[in-house]
């Protein structure tokens, strides 16, 4: 049995990987500021034994035991990562300070929560990981896809400065059961719509391509990924 931490862990993805790792017999502490994630979403954890659920936003240091860390603490979609977009920065980068120096104290393993936008407006598709992206710095998604870029970069300096055992995971569109059913993104827009008897909506030509992916696959995934060889961390094959 390990100690795990998951930030966001209220909120959408969090939520599934909360209950996820405590089926595999693992102590899960779940933290949140429920700004975008709800109690709700994990009510159905609050009485496991092995569950323990604190609000606390991660811009702030956090001092804990724990053996492995999921950072997953951020808005996701536009309409909610731009409500404060300074937030968001801070969410991306100072959560990132905090959780990397809490593994380095703790020498626990942690993982990055990335996003397909950190390729920004890509001119290459589909993007391979050699794909350093094209992204505006300076317009209204910046907050989101440059604290992503930022985190990155913290977590890889990490690995280079202190060898802190790392893993970054860029996530695509993912979709299942508790995602924001009123966050403008593609397939919560079609599900909407559709129960609504609307029409569906396709932005452009509709010549434009997605990856999607079910949440019990991303979930698995992350697993995974947390349980690779300690040089390996997701981008460029092995650390070196
Ligand atoms: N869902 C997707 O398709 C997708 C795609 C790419 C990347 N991601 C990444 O995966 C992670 C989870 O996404 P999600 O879809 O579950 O979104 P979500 O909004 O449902 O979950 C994010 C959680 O983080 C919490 N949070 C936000 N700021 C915080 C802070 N400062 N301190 C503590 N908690 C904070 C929210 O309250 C929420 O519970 C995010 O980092 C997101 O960027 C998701």
């Not at 949140?32 to 569950?51: Q, Y």
């Amino acid at each position: 049995m390990k100690k795990l931490l998951v930030t966001g862990g209220a909120g959408f993805l969090g939520s599934h990987l909360c209950e996820r790792l405590l089926a595999a017999g693992h102590d899960v502490l779940c933290v949140d500021n429920f700004f975008t994630g709800t109690k709700a979403n994990v009510a159905h954890l609050t009485k496991h034994p092995r569950f323990e659920l604190m609000r606390h936003d991660i811009t702030f240091p956090l001092y804990v035991e724990v053996d492995e860390i999921y950072n997953l603490a951020c808005p996701a979609s536009p309409i909610h990562y731009q409500f404060d977009p300074v937030q968001t920065t801070k969410t991306s980068v100072h959560g990132a300070i905090n959780m990397l120096g809490l593994a380095k104290r703790v020498k626990a393993k942690v993982l990055q929560a990335s996003t397909s936008e950190v390729y920004g407006d890509p001119q290459v598709h589909p993007q391979p990981e050699t794909y350093w992206g094209r992204v505006n710095p300076v317009g209204p998604r910046s907050c989101y896809d440059e604290g992503k870029r930022c985190a990155e970069t913290l977590f890889f300096d990490y690995w280079r400065q202190h060898r802190l055992r790392i893993k970054v995971v860029r996530i695509f569109n993912t979709y299942g059961p508790r995602m924001h059913p009123d966050d403008g993104r593609v397939v919560s827009n079609f599900i909407m719509q559709a129960l609504k008897g609307e029409d569906i909506t396709i932005y452009g030509d509709g010549m434009q391509t997605r990856s999607f992916c079910y949440v019990d696959d991303l979930v698995e995934a992350m697993i995974r990924m947390m349980a690779t060889a300690d040089d390996f961390a997701g981008r460029y094959g092995r650390l070196r």
